[in-house]
């Protein structure tokens, strides 16, 4: 079984060097040379998010990852996520089977409801039907993916008949499903034949473990062949324990309790922000710590692919670019060292 290690990132409005937030139009651009070197360190994937609000700079996450598949060789690219609740399944498909056209195959999509409302309003969808617009459009949206000319029909959008859709896809494309952790979701991604990925943003990874279980029942029962399931959750590497520690913490505390004044969250504490590092889903520490902790949860869930969210808050570009560095030259190595007996032994 192939281990993947990737990135992630929502192109957070990070900080300039006199301590104000930088323009959205130069974290875009510093998104694109954070791909590069991905790229030139060899990891195998990289997901941008989409959101519309103030502090996160990507809107279209296909834009900026035709950006870097212009400059890249190697790394897959890839939403994470496209929130196909508001988006129509059509236009995503195009976007996306452009996007694998032009970087040679290495498009992949992560769709999901979203954790953040903000894109319902705007693109004028009702916060009500939030689960029958993402069920009607994954069930189009994977019937684009199987079939050169659609028949579809539900109550989201107007139906398709005996439809052929441009750029066709070509080569073929990784799709995967974000799940938050629901019985239902898990089942639904079966049910679609489409690929997991766990967001798992906080506690123990390991209380996951139901989901993926129920995962490979449901692929028994309804005759699934079982495909890849990775994990997306946050972190940070730097040269020690403590500096990773000392440089993610007032970053993190200014996004999380932004957002947790909007949901009624109380304020981060120093305390459940370590309690997170020690024995949670916050990925932070030397390369070897990172490392250890990403292994354990691979192997607690039975999992083949891990993408680290490399940017939580306005930390600077240049802090992410040294964790991008780290990351590539001695996490993922590490990583697949220590998993090397595990999976050999499976």
């Not at 109550?155 to 052929?164: G, I, S």
């Not at 029962?221 to 020690?240: E, L, N």
């Not at 083949?304 to 560095?325: N, S, V």
């Amino acid at each position: 079984m192939q281990i993947e290690l990737g990135l992630d990132s929502f192109g957070d409005t990070t900080l300039g060097s006199d301590g104000t937030p930088k323009p959205h139009d130069q974290v875009l651009r510093d998104v694109v040379e954070q791909g590069v070197l991905a790229d030139e360190l060899g990891i195998h994937f990289l997901g941008l998010g989409e959101h519309h609000r103030a502090d996160f700079a990507i809107s279209s996450p296909e834009m900026v990852l035709a950006a870097i598949a212009a400059r890249t060789r190697q790394i897959r690219l890839g939403s994470a996520v496209t929130v196909l609740s508001s988006d129509d399944p059509v236009r995503v498909f195009q976007r996306f089977s452009t996007l694998n056209a032009l970087s040679n195959g290495r498009a992949e999509v992560i769709l999901g409801r979203g954790s953040f409302t903000e894109s319902f309003p705007l693109f004028g969808y009702e916060l009500d039907d939030y689960e029958l617009l993402f069920e009607e459009k994954l069930d189009l949206f994977a019937t684009l993916l199987r079939t050169d000319t659609v028949t579809w029909q539900g109550q989201t959008r107007a139906p398709l008949v005996n439809q052929r859709v441009f750029p066709t896809l070509g080569q073929g494309m990784q799709v995967w499903v974000g799940v938050g952790g629901s019985p239902e979701s898990v089942v639904r991604v079966v049910r679609h034949d489409l690929q997991m990925m766990l967001a798992i943003i906080g506690g123990d990874p390991r209380r996951f473990k139901p989901y993926t279980d129920l995962y490979h029942r449901a692929c028994a029962q309804m005759g699934r062949t079982p495909r890849p399931i990775g994990i997306h959750s946050p972190g940070h590497v730097a040269a020690t324990d403590d500096l990773a520690a000392e440089q993610l913490w007032p970053h993190y505390k200014t996004m999380f309790d932004r957002i947790g004044a909007e949901r009624g969250w109380p304020p981060v504490t120093p305390d459940r922000f370590m309690a997170e590092i020690t024995g949670g889903s916050l990925y932070v520490g030397a390369p070897e710590t990172v490392a250890r902790k990403i292994a354990a949860a691979m192997t607690a869930l039975g999992v083949t692919r891990f993408d680290m969210k490399y940017a939580t808050g306005p930390m600077p570009h240049a802090q992410l670019m040294e964790g991008i560095r780290l990351y590539g030259e001695k996490v993922i190595p590490l990583v697949r060292d220590m998993l090397a007996e595990p999976i050999a032994a499976q």
